[in-house]
Structure formats: structure tokens, C-alpha cells
């Protein structure tokens, strides 16, 4: 069974998770009226993955005998300088993730909650991943400066990315 405390802070990261699929949506609505399809399908395959991340917590929930509660989604920001703020805020967002994900772990581990500390390795894994990948898109964006070539090579390069269940999730 899972504690009430758990279960509080595991319900506001499923709003949190939901809150950054929302926001990467928001980014990949802005690229595509950039005509940057490839940046774009970057953002919603970004999206899929928070999603899948608050669908496993959603279940993780359920299956401790805790209760999902829903709560609002923010109103994400729509409008950026440019590509490098874009993914300013990303990195900057899957920090604020790390950190949430990490307030969790330290709970479980004082609410002496084996399971949940198993389960929320997958998650601490997953963010080193998540903030490694934002930090060196991040890095190649402000190495292209202003050269319009570059951008649209990393357009290219990003347009090849699928969402992709973990494979103990298949």
C-alpha cells in the first residue's frame, strides 16, 4: 500500500510530467511556424515520452493501492527568441524535473518505501539521459550561432527521431 504522502507527491509529478509534454508541445508549435519540421517532430516525440512517464506513474499509483487525482495543467509558454532560448528552458525544465523526481526519492527513502525506490530508479536514470540530451542540443545550437546552414542541418537531423517504448515496457 502506498503512504499518503507518496501518493501527494506522486500525483503532482503526473501533473508535472503532463504540465512538460504540454510544454514541449507548446515548443513544437512554435518551431512549426518557424518551418522547422524537423525541431518540431524533436518537441512532440519529447512530448510522447513525458507522457508515457505520467501514464507509468498513473499506474505505479494504481497498482499500490494508492488514487490518482488529476489536477490542472499550467498554460505553457508559447513564444521564444529563438532556438537556443527554446532549449535553454529545456535543459532548464528536465533540471526542475531532476529535482522534483530527487524530492521523491528522498521521501521514500525517509518513508522507508522499498517498492517506490525501486521503481523511481528507472526515473533517475531517465533524467541523467533527459538533461544530458538538452544540454549538448544546447551546446550544438549555440556553436551554430546565427549560421542559418547549420540550423537547418540540425532541422534535418532531428526530423529522424521516433518515440520508442523502453524495452521492459514493449
Do not use: C
Not at 497498482?63 to 488529476?70: C, D, K
Not at 533540471?95 to 525517509?110: E, G, R
Not at 518505501?113 to 544540454?135: C, G, K, M, P
Not at 540550423?151 to 515496457?169: G, N
Request: no cysteine.
Amino acid at each position: 500500500m502506498l503512504n499518503k504522502k507518496l501518493e501527494e507527491a506522486i500525483n503532482h509529478q503526473i501533473n508535472a510530467e503532463l504540465y512538460s509534454a504540454y510544454l514541449y508541445l507548446s515548443m513544437g508549435a512554435y518551431f512549426a511556424a518557424l518551418n522547422l519540421p524537423g525541431f518540431e517532430n524533436w518537441m512532440k516525440v519529447q512530448a510522447q515520452e513525458e507522457t508515457f512517464h505520467a501514464i507509468k506513474f498513473f499506474n505505479f499509483v494504481n497498482e499500490r493501492g494508492g488514487r490518482v487525482i488529476l489536477e490542472s495543467i499550467d498554460k505553457p509558454e508559447a513564444d521564444w527568441d529563438n532556438a537556443v532560448s527554446v532549449f535553454e528552458e529545456v535543459y532548464k525544465h528536465e533540471q526542475h524535473v531532476t529535482a522534483l523526481i530527487n524530492k521523491i526519492m528522498d521521501l521514500s527513502i525517509k518513508e522507508n518505501d522499498h517498492a517506490t525506490r525501486v521503481f523511481l530508479n528507472w526515473y533517475i536514470t531517465e533524467q541523467v539521459e533527459e538533461e544530458a540530451n538538452a544540454s549538448s542540443l544546447l551546446e550544438k545550437l549555440k556553436m551554430i550561432g546565427d549560421n542559418k546552414n547549420g540550423l537547418f542541418m540540425m532541422d534535418k537531423e532531428l526530423s529522424v527521431r521516433v518515440f520508442k517504448l523502453p524495452p521492459e515496457e514493449d
